[in-house]
T-cell receptor, first 113, second 111 residues
Framework: GESVGLHLPTLSVQEGDNSIINCAYS??????FIWYKQESGKGPQFIID?????DKRQGQRVTVLLNKTVKHLSLQIAATQPGDSAVYFC????????????FGKGTLLTVNP | NAGVTQTPKFRILKIGQSMTLQCTQD?????MYWYRQDPGMGLKLIYY???????DKGEVPNGYNVSRSTTEDFPLRLELAAPSQTSVYFC??????????FGDGTRLSIL
C-alpha cells in the first residue's frame, strides 16, 4: 500500500546548526512532494516542493533532496533558528487530480538556544 | 488578503448534536479540502471539491457532509456528533496542481 513515513518522530538541534528531516515514501507513482511546517495552534504552512523530475531544489535556507531510487526525500534547514521549531510534514501527490495529498505523521523539530 | 479563514476556532459539542464548520477563501482557488488531524498524527482527507457544485469523498468521509455552492465557501457539516469526531479540522484550498494553503483550524471536542 501507499505510505508516507518519517524516520524520526523528534529532532533536537542547537541554534545555528543545520537540520535534516527525512521522509520515506512507498508509491513510485508519486510525482510531486511538498514539505509543510506546522507551528503550535496553526495550520500547515507551505515550505518548499519538488517534482519527481528533479533531485534537488533550494529555497531560502531550505533545500529538499529527492532520491527516487530509494524513495526518500529530505528537508535540510541551514543555520537553524528558534523560529524553526515546529512539526514538519512531508506530503505526496500523484498525478491527475490533486486531491490525493497524503501526509506523513510529522517530525517535531526543537531548536535549543 | 486573508487566505483561508475557518470559524469557529474552538467548539465543544454534546454527543448527538450537529454543527457546521465554516471555511472561506479569498484566493479564487477552485480546489478546496477538509482534513482532520488527530493528536500526533498527520492530516487525513475527509472531503474535497474541485469547483462549485462538485464534491467528493476523501479517506474518512463517514459522519460528515459538505456542500460547495460558491467558489469561496466550503462548509463541513456534522449531523450526529460522536466522540470519535473529536479532532482538529483544517480547511485548505489551491489551484489545480499547486500546493494547498491551510486555515488555522477548528478545535472540536465532543463530550
Amino acid at each position: 500500500g501507499e505510505s508516507v513515513g518519517l524516520h524520526l518522530p523528534t529532532l533536537s538541534v542547537q541554534e545555528g546548526d543545520n537540520s535534516i528531516i527525512n521522509c520515506a515514501y512507498s508509491n513510485s507513482a508519486s510525482d510531486y512532494f511538498i514539505w509543510y511546517k506546522q507551528e503550535s495552534g496553526k495550520g500547515p504552512q507551505f515550505i518548499i516542493d519538488i517534482r519527481s523530475n528533479m533531485d534537488k531544489r533550494q529555497g531560502q535556507r531550505v533545500t529538499v533532496l529527492l532520491n527516487k531510487t530509494v524513495k526518500h526525500l529530505s528537508l535540510q534547514i541551514a543555520a537553524t533558528q528558534p523560529g524553526d521549531s515546529a512539526v514538519y510534514f512531508c506530503a505526496e501527490f500523484r498525478g491527475g487530480s490533486n486531491y490525493k495529498l497524503t501526509f506523513g505523521k510529522g517530525t517535531l523539530l526543537t531548536v535549543n538556544p | 488578503n486573508a487566505g483561508v479563514t475557518q470559524t469557529p476556532k474552538f467548539r465543544i459539542l454534546k454527543i448527538g448534536q450537529s454543527m457546521t464548520l465554516q471555511c472561506t477563501q479569498d484566493m479564487n482557488h477552485n480546489y478546496m479540502y477538509w482534513y482532520r488531524q488527530d493528536p500526533g498524527m498527520g492530516l487525513k482527507l475527509i472531503y474535497y471539491s474541485v469547483g462549485a457544485g462538485i464534491t467528493d469523498k476523501g479517506e474518512v468521509p463517514n459522519g460528515y457532509n459538505v456542500s460547495r455552492s460558491t467558489t469561496e465557501d466550503f462548509p463541513l457539516r456534522l449531523e450526529l456528533a460522536a466522540p470519535s469526531q473529536t479532532s482538529v479540522y483544517f480547511c485548505a484550498s489551491s489551484y489545480e496542481g499547486q500546493p494547498q494553503h491551510f486555515g488555522d483550524g477548528t478545535r472540536l471536542s465532543i463530550l
